[in-house]
């Protein structure tokens, strides 16, 4: 498990080495800002708070994110925690700065999470539609990541809140971004505080293989570092990966504890220079050892549905052991462990000492692409998540969920929760505010509709802006009772108050 306490000092350093020409002021200003918003505030583990901010900025440059995110990161719980508004924060770090710390607390609100399955999936789509911009996605993986890593010292009713919110919503979407290192921590973190003897029965279980393989492993390895040199397979890396253990408990499910069925306990890893190089060091493989049959997996021609690409293999090695291997570019490498969040790491380019060049010139190409067809503002708006694009999320003040159609009004609201609240609304208010009924509501917003048990039936100028189906319908069909009834009592030479 990763540190989790990093000194300024330690992120700078990191900076200094992952950006060319960093905006290292910048980053000491938007640090001394969070030190003096926080300052005093002690978090339950007993550190400094400033230490959370730190550690969430420190896991941003690691992942290679673009400067403003770092600072971000900094600034994140700034806004909630002091008197340092988001305006202070614009006026500060300017626009882009502001919109990500702004998106981060709007997405602090708190929400009644009930853990169905049906309910969970609406809530994965509002976190990715408030979210807006997928770098705001980012820093909540790496807030929620070093909160995990200091649930310990939460009450026992909030680890298990946390950890089941991280397993159900953060995980998944982790995994649909195709970010699978960011997953894999979230699933493993939280399955320890989930379900502990499980937990400790993987943890053992891998402890015992390591032991036992680790040397037959390594000199697998060694082996075949030789077989790629004899084949000119260059710039090659070979290593082994251990399975996680999230990722081990379901699969010892999926085939009933039966352990000799998972083949990929510890896999070889070989990450090489390009696709070519790929097959190659495939065919050298397939020529020295037997493959199983039916486990040979070719995700570089048919990559998965998140992008994920690879080869694997799992082959009857010499000393009679079956292992996985997973063969690889750098770049589908980085794509894999950071997924979506590969395209934007490094984006200023930099650091090129330790790094691949082969893989700088692939990405460059990828970014000259993009460069080539949007201009800065049009790159922004590429980041943003449009999938949900056409939905928007409200909350009841009670925290529930409320999924609507873009351009819906609390009268739409008001039918979702039920049709006698739609018939007999009056007002509400949105955000605490009064609001008339015609308002546009946004995701985000909390909306409380005003009823009055008097009012007979819904006013049929709501029809000129309710904008989903049911709501309409509703509408409709009670104004034409009302006509009905109002026809009705004409006839029967009764007088009766008009109202709506
Ligand atoms: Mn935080």
């Given at each position: ?114 853990g ?28 929620r ?6 649930l ?98 379901k ?10 069925k ?38 570089i021609a ?6 994920y ?11 009679g ?8 570019t ?8 950071y ?18 060049m ?11 692409e ?37 351009g ?19 007002a509400?208010?949105?955000?605490d ?25 819904p ?42």
């Amino acid at each position: 498990m990763p540190e989790s306490t990093y000194s300024f000092k330690q992120l700078e350093n990191l900076v200094k080495k992952n950006y060319t020409n960093p905006d290292l002021d910048l980053l000491r200003r938007a640090y001394q800002v969070a030190l003096g918003a926080h300052q005093g505030k002690i978090r339950l583990t007993g550190e400094p708070f400033i230490n959370h901010p730190l550690a969430v900025a420190h896991r941003l440059a690691e992942m290679g994110l673009h400067i403003n995110v770092v600072v971000a990161g900094l600034l994140h719980d700034v806004v909630e925690d002091s008197e340092f508004g988001i305006e202070n924060v614009r006026e500060i770090f300017g626009d882009d700065i502001a919109s990500l710390v702004d998106s981060v607390t709007k997405l602090k609100r708190n929400v009644n999470y009930r853990g169905v399955e049906r309910y969970a999936e609406n809530l994965r789509k509002m976190f990715l539609a408030m979210a807006s911009d997928v770098r705001v996605v980012f820093m909540k993986f790496a807030d929620r990541l070093h909160n995990l890593q200091t649930l310990y010292a939460q009450p026992k009713h909030k680890q298990e809140r946390i950890a089941r919110e991280s397993l159900e919503i953060y995980a998944p979407i982790a995994g649909r971004l195709g970010m699978s290192e960011i997953k894999g921590e979230l699933e493993d973190y939280a399955f320890a505080y989930l379900q502990p003897k499980e937990y400790e029965r993987m943890k053992s279980i891998m402890d015992i293989k390591v032991r036992e393989k680790g040397a037959y492993v390594s000199r697998t390895i060694d082996l075949v570092e030789k077989m790629l040199a004899e084949a000119e397979i260059e710039n090659s890396q070979v290593y082994g990966r251990v399975k996680r253990l999230y990722s081990l408990f379901k699969k010892m499910k999926k085939y009933s504890d039966d352990l000799d069925k998972i083949y990929d306990l510890i896999a070889v890893r070989i990450v090489v220079s390009d696709v070519e190089d790929c097959y190659a060091a495939l065919g050298v493989l397939h020529q020295k050892w037997r493959p199983v049959p039916g486990r040979i997996k070719d995700y570089i021609a048919q990559p998965k549905p998140n992008g994920y690409q690879s080869l694997h293999t799992t082959m009857f090695t010499s000393e009679g052991e079956v292992v996985e291997f997973q063969i690889r570019t750098q770049e589908m490498h980085e794509l894999s462990e950071y997924g979506v969040a590969a395209h934007w790491r490094y984006k200023e380019g930099s650091g090129e000492q330790e790094r691949n060049m082969r893989w700088m010139e692939e990405l460059a190409q990828i970014q000259k692409e993009l460069a080539s067809k949007k201009d800065f503002l049009e790159q922004l708006e590429y980041m943003k998540i449009d999938v949900f694009n056409d939905r928007i999320f409200v909350f009841t003040p009670q925290g529930d969920v409320i999924d609507l159609p873009e351009g819906a009004t609390p009268v739409d609201f008001a039918y979702a929760i039920h049709s006698k609240v739609g018939d007999k609304c009056v007002a509400c208010r949105v955000n605490d505010v009064m609001r008339n009924l015609d308002t546009k509501l946004t995701s985000g917003d909390i909306v409380e509709i005003v009823t009055d048990k008097n009012r007979k039936a819904p006013n049929p100028d709501w029809l000129k802006f309710a904008r989903t189906r049911h709501a309409r319908k509703k509408i409709k069909d009670a104004t034409r009772n009302t006509i009905k009834g109002w026809f009705a009592d004409v006839l029967h030479g009764r007088e009766r108050a008009k109202k709506g």
